[in-house]
């Protein structure tokens, strides 16, 4: 008999560590929810009894515009956050596929990134504090509000990417950026090797990105004269910079993303499916795949990308076909080290039972 799971929305972090609290003392299954916009990664939970939702927890809660650090409960969106630092001149360098509605507690969870990660890294690399709620209703911390925080155990890499396996991110704090005082989008039809040309431009591209019909998207940022002397060098076509927007709400049906040293990229999606939809990263080694073949055809993908030092992790499935080709490939052979912090944070199991590799 399947049963409807209870639904909770506190609005403060305290509220829901409380929550949190009562529900595994009754052993009860919780399974944190943001915006839902990375519903489909990983393995389907195995029980949910309740949903616990942060979307209410969606304050600003400190913006120290001189200091270029920001405070956000989790339940904010990227968007909203945005809008707020805007006003600033500043910004987060987060442009997240299947966008808009991600929470910022649900892309650390998930570890979501998009094409800028290619000039400010992933949100871990600008993360500088976490709050967390724990399973015994405890809030705890790690890192703190100011930059140069690196005292104690480093909470905030350990949470992150943990799709909320071993706590609820609550609250977080970020170093942001200027606004670019120039940013121009070019495109050209160039494939592979206008990538590479580009790439190895005096000035490095902030985004670029090559899909499989061969065309190439790059975004410069910095001074007019050095990102006009770079565009005049590429001779490349000017286009909209609203095409990122675009390009960001991606979002395929039966999704998964390949991770490979730089050098292995190229052959890993020229090898995929005649005919595949792709786009990829190959700055930074990672392909996204809008699957439209069979089940075999990701496993043989996957077998190949963990050859060459990769990994191909399914972001969107059918539950039928993420059963069928797993989630996430090769445990990694800190697996048992995992395991036993998911025991020393949640004992009974009770959160997102089923979801992440442990």
Same mark, same amino acid.
Request: include cysteine; charge should be neutral; aromatic fraction near 6%.
């Given at each position: 008999?399947?049963?409807t799971?209870?639904v ?29 916009k990375?519903r ?35 339940g ?16 987060l ?7 808009p ?17 290619? !000039?400010?890294?992933? $949100? =871990?690399?600008? #993360?500088?504090g976490?709050?967390?709620? &724990? *399973?015994? %209703?405890?809030v705890?911390?790690?890192g703190?509000?100011?930059v ?37 989008t ?5 494939g ?11 000035v ?12 190439v ?10 990102v006009?002397r ?19 709400g ?6 998964? !993303?390949i991770?490979? $040293? =730089?050098?292995? #990229? ?5 090898? &995929? *499916?005649? %005919? ?16 439209a073949?069979?089940?075999?055809s990701?496993?043989a993908?996957?077998a190949?990308?963990?050859?060459a ?15 069928e ?22 004992p ?11």
């Amino acid at each position: 008999m399947v049963t409807t799971p209870a639904v909770e929305k506190p609005s403060t972090a305290d509220e829901l560590a409380r929550k949190l609290q009562e529900a595994a003392s009754s052993k009860l299954a919780v399974v944190p929810v943001g915006g839902g916009k990375a519903r489909g990664m990983g393995g389907a939970p195995g029980r949910c009894d309740v949903e616990l939702h942060t979307t209410r927890l969606d304050r600003v809660i400190e913006h120290s515009q001189a200091d270029m650090v920001v405070s956000v409960e989790a339940g904010i969106t990227l968007e909203a956050l945005q809008e707020e630092l805007a006003k600033a001149g500043q910004f987060l360098p987060l442009d997240p596929f299947s966008s808009p509605g991600h929470t910022i507690g649900g892309l650390l969870a998930t570890g979501w990134t998009g094409p800028l990660r290619l !000039r400010y890294g992933s $949100p =871990r690399d600008f #993360l500088i504090g976490i709050r967390v709620a &724990l *399973p015994d %209703g405890k809030v705890a911390s790690g890192g703190g509000r100011v930059v140069k925080n690196v005292s104690g155990y480093d909470m905030m890499k350990l949470h992150y990417g943990a799709l909320g396996s071993l706590g609820v991110i609550v609250a977080a704090s970020f170093k942001v950026f200027p606004k670019p005082l120039y940013d121009l989008t070019v495109t050209s039809e160039g494939g592979w090797d206008d990538a590479d040309r580009a790439l190895a431009m005096p000035v490095t591209p902030a985004a670029l990105e090559i899909f499989s019909d061969g065309r190439v998207l790059a975004r410069f940022t910095g001074s007019h004269d050095a990102v006009d002397r770079v565009i005049g060098d590429l001779g490349w076509t000017v286009e909209d910079r609203s095409i990122w927007g675009r390009h960001s709400g991606r979002s395929p049906a039966r999704w998964a !993303r390949i991770a490979a $040293p =730089r050098t292995a #990229l190229r052959g890993l999606v020229e090898g &995929l *499916p005649r %005919g595949a939809g792709w786009w990829a990263s190959p700055g930074v080694g990672v392909a996204h795949w809008a699957i439209a073949s069979d089940a075999s055809s990701v496993m043989a993908t996957r077998a190949k990308a963990e050859a060459a030092g990769g990994t191909l992790v399914m972001l969107a499935a059918p539950d039928d076909f993420m059963r069928e080709v797993g989630a996430w490939g090769t445990p990694p052979a800190t697996l048992e080290i995992m395991r036993r912090l998911k025991r020393a944070f949640d004992p009974d199991g009770v959160l997102n039972p089923g979801r992440f590799l442990i």
